[in-house]
């Protein structure tokens, strides 16, 4: 069965800081969801990619996808404390259903 | 404006009962889907459903029971015989082929 896993699990970053996550599947991806979880509440979808090499951007958040198809990234640019919170990645499998990884805890130091 | 609905947001249970969690959605969505978070387990599935009156099991069904009467409506049942209940439950649910989730607000349940 096909696995997510994303690192790292936990992230601490002085706000203004870039950083990344990453995610790595144990299959090729064919659908790849970033998602978005304030502690407690539902998941915000932020971004789907499907091509090798797909790269998209949505304000200071950048989602890639690799040519293999087996990893992306989450990049975020100066990082503010609205991005706090846990950021999944979730993907298609044949079933109609997404699994996803474990999460990675974003917190934002002021 | 079109959305997924979850109640309540928080339910408190005591052992040997049974409870129930509502999921709505008015988007006119094919497939709806829970699923179940612990701190540091990430999400795992419970149950889905692609059409009304059929659903299928997901890796951590035993213990939990659904219905889909109605398009719109994918109630989920938390019974006795699961062993450790307390955790955020997600619903979501998404047209059919290669889209993403549209998620609930959760409901948070608590074994007392």
């Known amino acids: 069965s096909q696995e997510l896993e994303q690192s790292p699990q936990s992230l601490i970053v002085q706000e203004g800081k870039n950083l990344t996550i990453n995610c790595t599947s144990s299959?090729?991806?064919?659908?790849l969801y970033w998602y978005k979880q304030k502690y407690g509440e539902g998941l915000i979808f932020l971004m789907m990619?499907?091509?090798?090499?797909e790269e998209k951007s949505h304000e200071k958040i950048t989602a890639k996808l690799d040519e293999k198809k087996q990893q992306s990234s989450l990049h975020i640019t100066a990082s503010q404390p609205s991005h706090a919170g846990i950021y999944l990645c979730?993907?298609?499998?044949?079933?109609?259903?997404?699994?996803f990884g474990k999460g990675t805890r974003l917190h934002i130091l002021p | 404006d079109g959305g997924i609905t979850q109640s309540p947001k928080y339910l408190f249970r005591k052992e040997g009962q049974n409870v129930t969690l509502s999921c709505e959605q008015n988007l006119n969505h094919d497939a709806m889907y829970w699923y179940r978070q612990d701190p540091g387990q990430g999400l795992r599935l419970i149950y889905y459903s692609q059409i009304v009156n059929d659903f299928q099991k997901g890796d951590i069904a035993e213990g939990y029971s659904v219905s889909r009467e109605k398009k719109e409506s994918f109630p989920l049942t938390v019974t006795s015989a699961q062993k450790n209940p307390t955790a955020f439950y997600l619903c979501?649910?998404?047209?059919?082929?290669?889209?993403?989730?549209?998620f609930g607000s959760g409901t948070r349940l608590t074994v007392v």
């Open positions: 979501a649910s998404r047209l059919a082929g290669n889209f993403g989730y549209t």
């Open positions: 990619l499907q091509k090798g090499g």
């Open positions: 979730g993907a298609d499998t044949i079933y109609d259903k997404i699994i």
């Open positions: 299959k090729t991806l064919y659908g």
